[in-house]
């Protein structure tokens, strides 16, 4: 099948060989928004970007790696303009603000729990990020691309069932994905393949870390590492996602 622009990433990333070709796209969805963010296109300085950047936030995680990636300009920028909306939505919520009448059960619950207008204000702004957000419709496109590809290109599916598979983390979203974009027949088929396929490449994580142990057993120091030198960091990303090796992402120079 003749590649697209839009199937070109998703190939790239299963051609990668990596313990999951999700945690891939991941990785360079987000390092190409820190760079719209943050780069040398200085998207920072333009108003409607900085209203979507101000309105949406960031995450903890997020404002992390936006630290590390080391534009001081851009960020003091950002964080300018945010505090200016983050100050007046807050003298709103003080001023509507009415504390609930103390009771013995509301005692017994947490404030948020209990309905405190000012705990939900600040728990749907931990919930919002400009990066998250536009992450997640990235993503969302690119797990129907999957499927498009899964039903129309041989040459990917035969790459993706030979492959070493998806962290788990992924491997549930695309399931999940797998109910609206699979009739009856091709879902039987879907996890037929899937599902050996988890299987095994789990095992095979199971058994590098196995043997990562029965190296430091002072019997077995000259034999051979196998595959089991970076088992570590691939053994966490295939139960939870990300590269927990990785350094912080600075942009190119």
């Not at 207008?117 to 749907?124: D, L, S, T």
């Not at 057993?217 to 996602?241: E, F, H, P, T, V």
Request: charged residues 30%; neutral net charge.
């Amino acid at each position: 099948m003749k590649e697209q622009l839009y199937t070109i990433p998703l190939n790239d990333a299963v051609d990668a060989n990596d313990e999951c070709p999700f945690c891939f796209i991941e990785r360079s969805i987000e390092q190409d928004l820190l760079d719209f963010v943050l780069g040398s296109s200085a998207s920072y300085m333009e108003a409607d970007i900085r209203e979507l950047t101000d309105r949406a936030g960031f995450c903890r995680p997020h404002f992390q790696k936006m630290f590390d990636y080391g534009n001081t300009l851009g960020n003091a920028w950002i964080l300018k303009t945010h505090y200016r909306r983050m100050i007046g939505e807050m003298k709103k919520e003080f001023a509507g603000f009415k504390p609930g009448k103390s009771s013995l059960m509301g005692k017994l619950k947490k404030g948020a729990e209990n309905g405190n207008a000012i705990g939900m204000w600040v728990q749907e702004k931990e919930k919002s990020c400009y990066i998250c957000n536009q992450y997640q419709d990235t993503y969302r496109r690119y797990l129907d691309t999957f499927f498009y590809l899964w039903k129309q290109d041989s040459d990917f599916r035969e790459k993706v069932t030979k492959g070493k598979g998806f962290c788990l983390s992924h491997f549930g979203d695309l399931c999940e994905a797998a109910d609206g974009k699979l009739n009856d027949r091709e879902k039987e088929d879907f996890y037929g393949c899937m599902f050996p396929l988890m299987e095994r490449n789990m095992e095979r994580l199971a058994e590098d870390v196995a043997w990562m142990v029965e190296k430091f057993d002072y019997r077995n120091k000259d034999a051979d590492w196998k595959n089991s030198k970076d088992a570590i960091q691939r053994g966490m990303q295939k139960l939870k996602g990300g590269y927990p090796a990785d350094g912080p992402y600075h942009p190119s120079k």
